[in-house]
Protein backbone atom coordinates (compact mmCIF):
# COMPACT_ATOMS: atom_id res chain seq x y z
CA UNK A 1 0.00 0.00 0.00
CA UNK A 2 1.37 3.50 -1.11
CA UNK A 3 0.41 6.67 1.17
CA UNK A 4 0.66 9.23 -1.53
CA UNK A 5 0.71 13.10 -0.85
CA UNK A 6 -2.35 14.34 -1.48
CA UNK A 7 -1.39 17.44 -3.43
CA UNK A 8 -1.68 20.95 -2.22
CA UNK A 9 -4.98 21.94 -3.99
CA UNK A 10 -3.52 25.11 -5.30
CA UNK A 11 0.04 25.40 -4.69
CA UNK A 12 2.65 22.54 -4.72
CA UNK A 13 2.69 19.06 -5.34
CA UNK A 14 4.13 16.64 -3.08
CA UNK A 15 4.75 13.17 -3.50
CA UNK A 16 4.82 10.42 -0.35
CA UNK A 17 7.21 7.41 -0.19
CA UNK A 18 6.27 4.40 0.03
CA UNK A 19 5.34 3.11 3.07
CA UNK A 20 8.16 0.87 4.96
CA UNK A 21 7.29 -0.76 7.89
CA UNK A 22 10.52 -0.75 9.54
CA UNK A 23 11.53 -3.33 11.93
CA UNK A 24 13.56 -1.85 14.73
CA UNK A 25 14.76 -5.55 16.21
CA UNK A 26 17.23 -5.97 19.01
CA UNK A 27 16.30 -2.65 20.09
CA UNK A 28 12.81 -3.45 21.80
CA UNK A 29 13.86 -6.68 23.16
CA UNK A 30 14.79 -6.05 26.44
CA UNK A 31 11.76 -4.43 28.61
CA UNK A 32 11.55 -2.84 32.10
CA UNK A 33 11.48 -6.09 33.66
CA UNK A 34 15.38 -6.66 32.68
CA UNK A 35 16.40 -3.87 34.16
CA UNK A 36 14.72 -4.95 37.53
CA UNK A 37 16.06 -8.05 37.37
CA UNK A 38 19.47 -6.67 36.48
CA UNK A 39 19.53 -4.48 39.52
CA UNK A 40 18.32 -6.82 42.16
CA UNK A 41 20.82 -9.52 40.83
CA UNK A 42 24.00 -6.84 41.29
CA UNK A 43 22.22 -5.57 44.52
CA UNK A 44 22.38 -9.24 46.07
CA UNK A 45 26.23 -9.63 44.99
CA UNK A 46 26.80 -6.84 46.22
CA UNK A 47 25.80 -7.46 49.47
CA UNK A 48 27.08 -10.91 49.66
CA UNK A 49 30.66 -9.64 49.12
CA UNK A 50 29.87 -7.26 51.93
CA UNK A 51 29.00 -10.33 54.27
CA UNK A 52 31.91 -12.55 53.40
CA UNK A 53 34.30 -9.65 53.48
CA UNK A 54 33.46 -9.45 57.12
CA UNK A 55 33.21 -12.66 58.69
CA UNK A 56 36.98 -13.13 57.00
CA UNK A 57 39.93 -12.41 59.14
CA UNK A 58 40.65 -7.83 59.14
CA UNK A 59 37.59 -6.75 60.16
CA UNK A 60 36.04 -4.74 57.88
CA UNK A 61 38.83 -5.47 55.25
CA UNK A 62 39.59 -8.06 52.73
CA UNK A 63 42.50 -10.02 53.19
CA UNK A 64 43.55 -8.71 49.98
CA UNK A 65 44.03 -5.51 51.17
CA UNK A 66 40.70 -4.00 49.47
CA UNK A 67 38.47 -1.77 52.15
CA UNK A 68 34.41 -2.38 52.01
CA UNK A 69 33.18 0.27 49.68
CA UNK A 70 35.82 0.76 47.67
CA UNK A 71 35.75 0.04 44.18
CA UNK A 72 35.80 -3.40 42.34
CA UNK A 73 38.72 -5.03 40.92
CA UNK A 74 38.24 -4.45 36.43
CA UNK A 75 37.09 -7.18 36.19
CA UNK A 76 34.27 -7.53 38.39
CA UNK A 77 32.40 -4.82 37.06
CA UNK A 78 29.15 -5.60 36.21
CA UNK A 79 29.07 -7.32 32.56
CA UNK A 80 25.85 -5.49 32.00
CA UNK A 81 27.09 -2.02 29.76
CA UNK A 82 25.63 -3.25 26.88
CA UNK A 83 22.13 -4.42 28.03
CA UNK A 84 21.20 -1.34 29.47
CA UNK A 85 22.66 0.37 26.40
CA UNK A 86 20.54 -1.00 24.33
CA UNK A 87 17.18 -0.55 26.94
CA UNK A 88 18.26 3.42 26.87
CA UNK A 89 18.55 3.43 23.59
CA UNK A 90 14.56 1.80 22.87
CA UNK A 91 13.17 4.30 24.97
CA UNK A 92 13.31 6.95 21.86
CA UNK A 93 9.55 6.82 20.79
CA UNK A 94 8.97 5.59 17.71
CA UNK A 95 6.50 7.84 16.34
CA UNK A 96 10.38 9.98 16.68
CA UNK A 97 12.22 7.61 15.42
CA UNK A 98 10.28 6.53 12.18
CA UNK A 99 9.30 9.54 11.26
CA UNK A 100 9.61 10.47 7.77
CA UNK A 101 8.39 14.00 6.22
CA UNK A 102 6.41 13.52 2.11
CA UNK A 103 9.51 14.29 -0.32
CA UNK A 104 9.53 18.58 -0.33
CA UNK A 105 7.62 19.29 2.89
CA UNK A 106 10.32 21.55 3.96
CA UNK A 107 9.22 23.70 6.62
CA UNK A 108 9.64 26.56 4.19
CA UNK A 109 7.01 24.57 1.81
CA UNK A 110 4.78 23.81 4.72
CA UNK A 111 4.35 27.76 5.94
CA UNK A 112 3.41 28.26 2.07
CA UNK A 113 0.99 25.34 2.53
CA UNK A 114 -0.82 26.70 5.62
CA UNK A 115 -4.59 28.86 5.84
CA UNK A 116 -3.22 29.69 9.15
CA UNK A 117 -0.64 29.38 12.36
CA UNK A 118 0.02 25.84 13.54
CA UNK A 119 -2.14 24.99 16.39
CA UNK A 120 -0.81 24.27 19.84
CA UNK A 121 -2.65 21.41 20.61
CA UNK A 122 -3.32 19.31 17.25
CA UNK A 123 -6.41 17.27 16.25
CA UNK A 124 -6.29 13.77 17.32
CA UNK A 125 -8.10 10.93 15.37
CA UNK A 126 -7.93 7.30 14.82
CA UNK A 127 -8.61 4.59 12.18
CA UNK A 128 -7.72 0.77 11.69
CA UNK A 129 -4.38 0.05 9.48
CA UNK A 130 -4.70 1.51 6.43
CA UNK A 131 -4.04 -1.76 4.47
CA UNK A 132 -4.60 -0.74 0.16
CA UNK A 133 -6.62 1.66 1.13
CA UNK A 134 -4.81 4.19 1.82
CA UNK A 135 -5.12 7.07 -0.95
CA UNK A 136 -8.73 6.64 -0.20
CA UNK A 137 -7.86 8.37 3.58
CA UNK A 138 -5.80 10.68 1.96
CA UNK A 139 -8.14 12.09 -0.03
CA UNK A 140 -11.00 11.96 2.40
CA UNK A 141 -8.66 14.39 4.16
CA UNK A 142 -7.96 16.36 1.67
CA UNK A 143 -11.96 16.86 0.97
CA UNK A 144 -11.66 18.34 4.66
CA UNK A 145 -8.66 20.22 3.20
CA UNK A 146 -5.69 18.74 4.77
CA UNK A 147 -2.64 17.69 3.28
CA UNK A 148 -0.27 15.37 4.58
CA UNK A 149 3.50 16.68 5.42
CA UNK A 150 4.97 13.03 6.73
CA UNK A 151 4.00 9.54 8.29
CA UNK A 152 5.60 7.72 11.16
CA UNK A 153 5.42 3.95 10.74
CA UNK A 154 6.84 1.00 12.11
CA UNK A 155 6.83 -2.24 13.72
CA UNK A 156 7.57 -2.67 17.78
CA UNK A 157 8.02 -4.62 20.38
CA UNK A 158 6.92 -2.54 23.23
CA UNK A 159 3.76 -0.79 23.67
CA UNK A 160 4.07 2.52 22.34
CA UNK A 161 2.21 5.60 23.92
CA UNK A 162 -0.10 7.25 21.28
CA UNK A 163 1.23 10.53 23.14
CA UNK A 164 4.49 10.71 21.47
CA UNK A 165 2.58 10.70 18.38
CA UNK A 166 0.68 14.09 19.46
CA UNK A 167 4.45 15.31 21.24
CA UNK A 168 5.45 14.43 17.25
CA UNK A 169 2.92 16.14 15.54
CA UNK A 170 3.66 19.56 17.51
CA UNK A 171 7.22 18.88 16.96
CA UNK A 172 6.65 19.09 13.10
CA UNK A 173 3.96 21.88 13.22
CA UNK A 174 0.98 19.40 12.03
CA UNK A 175 -2.75 20.60 12.61
CA UNK A 176 -3.90 16.94 12.74
CA UNK A 177 -2.59 13.90 13.43
CA UNK A 178 -4.19 10.27 12.33
CA UNK A 179 -3.21 7.30 14.83
CA UNK A 180 -3.51 3.88 13.46
CA UNK A 181 -5.22 1.47 15.68
CA UNK A 182 -1.78 -1.08 16.38
CA UNK A 183 -2.26 -4.51 14.67
CA UNK A 184 -0.47 -7.31 16.05
CA UNK A 185 1.64 -9.07 13.78
CA UNK A 186 3.60 -11.82 16.25
CA UNK A 187 5.46 -12.97 19.03
CA UNK A 188 9.21 -13.61 19.34
CA UNK A 189 10.62 -15.80 21.94
CA UNK A 190 14.55 -15.35 22.79
CA UNK A 191 16.48 -15.30 25.97
CA UNK A 192 18.91 -12.30 27.07
CA UNK A 193 21.95 -13.30 28.75
CA UNK A 194 23.07 -11.46 32.34
CA UNK A 195 26.69 -11.54 33.37
CA UNK A 196 27.42 -11.16 37.08
CA UNK A 197 30.30 -11.53 39.31
CA UNK A 198 30.91 -13.90 41.96
CA UNK A 199 33.68 -14.12 44.55
CA UNK A 200 34.63 -17.27 46.49
CA UNK A 201 36.31 -17.12 49.15
CA UNK A 202 38.61 -20.13 50.92
CA UNK A 203 39.55 -20.46 54.99
CA UNK A 204 42.81 -22.38 56.15
CA UNK A 205 44.44 -22.67 59.43
CA UNK A 206 47.69 -24.33 59.97
CA UNK A 207 49.90 -25.20 63.12
CA UNK A 208 54.23 -25.35 63.45
CA UNK A 209 56.22 -26.77 66.00
CA UNK A 210 59.84 -25.91 66.47
CA UNK A 211 61.88 -27.28 69.19
CA UNK A 212 64.64 -25.36 70.75
CA UNK A 213 67.10 -25.41 73.73
CA UNK A 214 64.32 -23.66 75.97
CA UNK A 215 61.61 -26.75 74.92
CA UNK A 216 58.95 -27.09 71.43
CA UNK A 217 57.19 -24.03 70.58
CA UNK A 218 53.59 -24.46 68.81
CA UNK A 219 52.93 -21.63 66.18
CA UNK A 220 49.10 -21.05 65.48
CA UNK A 221 48.15 -19.35 61.57
CA UNK A 222 44.96 -18.57 59.42
CA UNK A 223 44.84 -17.13 56.37
CA UNK A 224 42.05 -16.18 53.46
CA UNK A 225 41.76 -16.60 50.10
CA UNK A 226 39.42 -14.70 47.59
CA UNK A 227 38.75 -16.15 44.11
CA UNK A 228 36.95 -13.72 41.42
CA UNK A 229 34.69 -14.55 38.60
CA UNK A 230 31.35 -14.42 36.88
CA UNK A 231 28.29 -16.39 35.85
CA UNK A 232 25.85 -16.18 33.51
CA UNK A 233 22.17 -16.46 33.25
CA UNK A 234 19.59 -16.71 30.45
CA UNK A 235 16.62 -14.90 31.01
CA UNK A 236 13.76 -16.02 28.85
CA UNK A 237 12.09 -13.03 27.47
CA UNK A 238 9.14 -12.85 24.70
CA UNK A 239 7.87 -10.01 23.07
CA UNK A 240 4.37 -9.58 21.31
CA UNK A 241 5.39 -7.46 18.43
CA UNK A 242 2.53 -5.31 16.99
CA UNK A 243 2.34 -2.87 13.40
CA UNK A 244 1.80 1.40 14.97
CA UNK A 245 1.37 4.36 12.39
CA UNK A 246 0.48 7.83 12.48
CA UNK A 247 0.26 10.36 9.23
CA UNK A 248 0.66 13.77 9.80
CA UNK A 249 -1.17 16.80 8.37
CA UNK A 250 -1.70 20.59 8.06
CA UNK A 251 -4.39 22.68 7.11
CA UNK A 252 -4.19 23.82 4.08
CA UNK A 253 -4.71 27.58 2.56
CA UNK A 254 -7.11 26.31 -0.76
CA UNK A 255 -7.16 29.27 -3.21
CA UNK A 256 -9.17 27.10 -6.18
CA UNK A 257 -10.07 23.63 -4.12
CA UNK A 258 -9.40 20.68 -6.59
CA UNK A 259 -6.84 17.62 -6.83
CA UNK A 260 -6.13 16.64 -10.25
CA UNK A 261 -4.96 14.42 -12.49
CA UNK A 262 -3.43 13.15 -15.43
CA UNK A 263 -5.69 11.62 -18.19
CA UNK A 264 -5.40 7.83 -18.72
CA UNK A 265 -4.77 6.60 -22.06
CA UNK A 266 -8.39 5.32 -22.59
CA UNK A 267 -9.31 8.61 -21.68
CA UNK A 268 -7.19 10.34 -24.20
CA UNK A 269 -8.84 8.17 -26.60
CA UNK A 270 -12.36 8.98 -25.63
CA UNK A 271 -11.77 12.46 -25.51
CA UNK A 272 -8.88 12.28 -28.87
CA UNK A 273 -6.61 14.22 -26.81
CA UNK A 274 -4.03 14.25 -24.92
CA UNK A 275 -4.55 17.41 -23.07
CA UNK A 276 -6.53 17.64 -19.68
CA UNK A 277 -6.72 17.38 -15.66
CA UNK A 278 -9.31 15.14 -14.70
CA UNK A 279 -10.99 16.14 -11.26
CA UNK A 280 -10.23 13.75 -8.70
CA UNK A 281 -11.33 15.62 -4.79
CA UNK A 282 -13.32 18.88 -4.70
CA UNK A 283 -12.82 20.36 -1.42
CA UNK A 284 -15.49 20.52 0.78
CA UNK A 285 -16.64 25.24 0.57
CA UNK A 286 -13.67 26.21 -1.58
CA UNK A 287 -14.62 28.13 -4.92
CA UNK A 288 -14.37 25.12 -7.03
CA UNK A 289 -17.21 23.47 -4.63
CA UNK A 290 -19.54 26.50 -4.86
CA UNK A 291 -19.06 26.45 -8.55
CA UNK A 292 -20.47 23.08 -8.59
CA UNK A 293 -17.11 21.71 -10.36
CA UNK A 294 -17.85 17.82 -9.78
CA UNK A 295 -15.10 14.99 -9.71
CA UNK A 296 -14.19 13.19 -12.89
CA UNK A 297 -14.85 16.67 -14.61
CA UNK A 298 -12.50 17.04 -17.08
CA UNK A 299 -10.73 20.60 -16.95
CA UNK A 300 -9.42 21.29 -20.35
CA UNK A 301 -8.35 25.33 -19.89
CA UNK A 302 -8.69 28.30 -17.76
CA UNK A 303 -9.08 31.52 -18.59
CA UNK A 304 -8.42 30.39 -22.55
CA UNK A 305 -4.98 28.62 -21.75
CA UNK A 306 -4.87 25.02 -22.56
CA UNK A 307 -4.28 22.86 -19.56
CA UNK A 308 -2.05 19.88 -20.55
CA UNK A 309 -2.28 18.21 -17.12
CA UNK A 310 -3.17 17.94 -12.85
CA UNK A 311 0.24 20.05 -13.17
CA UNK A 312 0.00 22.62 -15.33
CA UNK A 313 -3.10 23.46 -14.19
CA UNK A 314 -2.17 23.95 -10.53
CA UNK A 315 0.81 26.31 -12.00
CA UNK A 316 -1.78 28.32 -13.75
CA UNK A 317 -3.70 29.12 -9.95
CA UNK A 318 -0.96 31.02 -8.12
CA UNK A 319 -0.76 34.23 -10.60
CA UNK A 320 -4.74 34.86 -10.58
CA UNK A 321 -5.50 34.79 -6.90
CA UNK A 322 -8.72 36.54 -6.26
CA UNK A 323 -9.30 36.84 -9.87
CA UNK A 324 -12.70 35.54 -11.47
CA UNK A 325 -11.30 32.80 -14.05
CA UNK A 326 -13.22 31.00 -16.50
CA UNK A 327 -13.09 27.33 -16.94
CA UNK A 328 -13.48 24.78 -19.76
CA UNK A 329 -14.74 21.51 -19.15
CA UNK A 330 -15.74 18.17 -20.23
CA UNK A 331 -18.31 16.59 -17.69
CA UNK A 332 -20.02 12.77 -19.10
CA UNK A 333 -18.70 14.11 -23.12
CA UNK A 334 -20.65 17.51 -22.55
CA UNK A 335 -18.32 20.85 -23.14
CA UNK A 336 -19.60 23.79 -20.70
CA UNK A 337 -18.66 26.76 -19.50
CA UNK A 338 -17.81 27.75 -15.47
CA UNK A 339 -16.74 30.99 -14.25
CA UNK A 340 -14.99 30.67 -10.81
CA UNK A 341 -14.24 33.40 -8.53
CA UNK A 342 -9.98 32.03 -6.65
CA UNK A 343 -9.46 32.83 -3.11
CA UNK A 344 -6.29 35.16 -2.64
Not at 6 to 26: F, K, S, T, Y
Amino acid sequence: MRLGIVPAADVVRLRAPQIAVLHDEGRNVLRREVFHVLRERALRVRRDRVARARLGPGGDKLHSGTAIGREAPMRNRWSITLPLLVLLAGCVSGYQQFYRPVEGATPETIAKLRGGPPSASPVVEHAAPPGDNGQAILDSYAKRGYTMIGQSMFNSGRQENEYAAVRQAQEVGADLVLIFNPRYTGSVTSSVPITTPTTTTSYSTGTATAYGPMGPVTAYGSGTTTTYGSTTNYVPMTVHRSDYGAVYFVKTRIRFGVLARDLTDTERQELQSNKGAVVRVVVDGSPAFDADILPGDVITALDGVSVASGKALLALLPERGGKLVSLSIIRHGQRIEKSVRLNP
